[in-house]
């Protein structure tokens, strides 16, 4: 079963702390990307990747950045934390050309709160 | 478990019955489109895709219509199951070949036994 892990389901940091959400496939996927999920929001994209080292600023990047180092792996990083960034966020793969399926496979996500 | 959403629209529907989840999307030159399901405390899962040149697309126990007309997608549940509760939104692909997709806000399905 194919899957996009994301390392942790539940993170509670302080205002200022440097955070990292890390999420890794195993479908070897060229793309990648950090959604956040607010409620009464639909998903906002942050950040995309569409291949090792390669980024792509999303809608709402500011405050974030993020590592794509290997293939597998993609990570967000919260500079420094705000409270305004307490959110769910959700990592997802995908690969162009996969059947009639353009969308994602997303992970589980990771329910983030800033203090 | 977690909610995705607070205020979320909701609908009830008894065990049995079928469920019709709505969505009004934004741009008149999206080309496809994808409803997902969203469990308390999961990521969100693909349940059935259309694309524009379409207007009705069945999968099983789930039918997507699609009206561009109206810009107006809906999914249909047969035989609605305590399984189906989840949050159901739809997303639309606003740049065709590419992944700028749009997301809707969501619809809570509440299964009643």
């Known amino acids: 079963d194919v899957k996009v892990t994301q390392s942790s389901r539940y993170l509670v940091k302080r205002t200022g702390e440097k955070v990292f959400l890390e999420c890794v496939q195993d479908?070897?996927?060229?793309?990648m990307f950090w959604y956040r999920q607010d409620p009464g929001l639909g998903l906002r994209l942050i950040y995309f990747s569409y291949d090792v080292k390669m980024k792509e600023k999303g809608d709402i990047p500011e405050g974030y950045s993020v590592s794509r180092e290997k293939k597998e792996r993609f990570s967000l990083i919260l500079e420094s934390a705000s409270t305004n960034q307490t959110s769910m966020y959700l990592c997802?793969?995908?690969?162009?050309?996969?059947?009639?399926?353009?969308?994602?496979?997303f992970g589980s996500g990771t329910r983030l709160t800033v203090v | 478990g977690e909610s995705v959403g607070l205020h979320l629209p909701t609908l009830s529907v008894q065990e049995g019955d079928n469920s019709i989840i709505n969505c009004a999307y934004s741009n008149s030159a999206s080309d496809y489109f994808i409803w997902y399901k969203q469990e308390s405390g999961k990521g969100p899962q693909f349940i059935i895709d259309?694309?524009?040149?379409?207007d009705k697309r069945q999968g099983q126990r789930v039918t997507v219509l699609l009206n561009k007309t109206v810009k107006h997608l809906s999914l249909q549940i047969a035989a609605t199951q305590p399984g189906d509760s989840a949050v159901y939104f739809c997303a639309e692909n606003i740049k065709s070949g590419t992944y700028k997709y749009i997301f809707g806000t969501g619809t809570r399905l509440k299964v009643l036994a």
């Open positions: 479908m070897d996927h060229e793309n």
């Open positions: 259309i694309r524009s040149n379409m």
């Open positions: 997802a793969s995908s690969s162009p050309g996969t059947g009639s399926n353009y969308g994602y496979t």
